[in-house]
């Protein structure tokens, strides 16, 4: 009889570390997840090592050919790095971990927590949130970062900072989506019923189950942070020179396109297209994984 009894307990107590290896399984399984994961691997490893293996070089005439020591290769740092900064400040991916047992140990991002207290509570506060989060994102997003870095200057650690919260609304009203499916559920109700608060359920027992979208999302996200850090330096808002950044490499060089000078603009583009095309099949073959 206790033995019998202890067995369910057992594969109970099993079930989340067993799900867990069984999406880990499903993405090393996915062709569309690990062609991503190769690609973003290459452009971190050129963020990383870039300027060991093809050392800082000036500008090269225009009447270079291309060369085996091509620029794209250290301009990966600035780009990857700033955008990459600029997605967790906005999603609080380093606070909620997927593969980790709940309740979380660390605090969600404001962004999160926001989204989890207008999906939850709902009514005036769920209103007046949305109305201004519709109004946020009623404008173009790269518009709205160039008036903010235009009042606060231009730094590498303003553009983060400003991506990051113009960003954060599109993750708020992820999780508010996400939330509003599971505040229904039985186990919702249960903790209530035990006298939980309010604050211990939407922390402890919603934010763990509302990950998956999260990581979606904050994943998509990254991919529009590469091009808007990309685009606010080509227009000379973002990442400041003398950095090789992506965005400044081809605002130097986009004249000379007429010229037959070709090459000047197209492997700098090709890099970002590159590690756009890379996370987005980062963020499919995740979304995959979570919905099998």
Partial sequence: ?????????????????????????LLLRSATFLTGAVIVAFWVFCAAFGELMVPTI??????SAPSTRPRPITGSGPTSWGATCSAVSSSGLTTSWPWRRSPPSSAPSWAQALGLLTGYVR??????????VDAVLALPLVIIALLALAALG?????????IGVVFAPI????????????????????????????LYIMFAEILPNVIPPILVESTVRLGYAIFTVATLSFIGFGIQPPSPDWG???????????????????????????LVVGVNLLADGIQA???T
């Fill in 123 to 132: 009514g005036f506060i769920d209103d007046a949130v949305g109305r201004l």
């Fill in 248 to 274: 400044l490499a081809i605002s130097a060089s986009y004249g000379l396109i007429n010229g037959g000078y070709w090459w000047t603009v197209l492997f700098d583009a090709l890099a970002i297209a590159s």
């Fill in 171 to 198: 993750i708020a009203r992820t999780v508010r989506s996400a939330v509003l499916s599971e505040r229904e559920l039985d186990y919702i109700a249960a903790a209530r019923l035990r006298g939980e608060g309010s």
């Fill in 1 to 25: 009889m206790t033995a019998t009894a202890e067995a369910p307990a057992a594969r109970d107590a099993s079930s989340p570390k067993a799900a867990r290896r069984e999406r880990l399984q």
């Fill in 289 to 291: 994984a979570f919905e």
């Fill in 154 to 162: 231009s730094s590498n650690v303003t553009v983060v900072i400003v």
């Fill in 58 to 63: 000036p500008m090269p005439s225009i009447s």
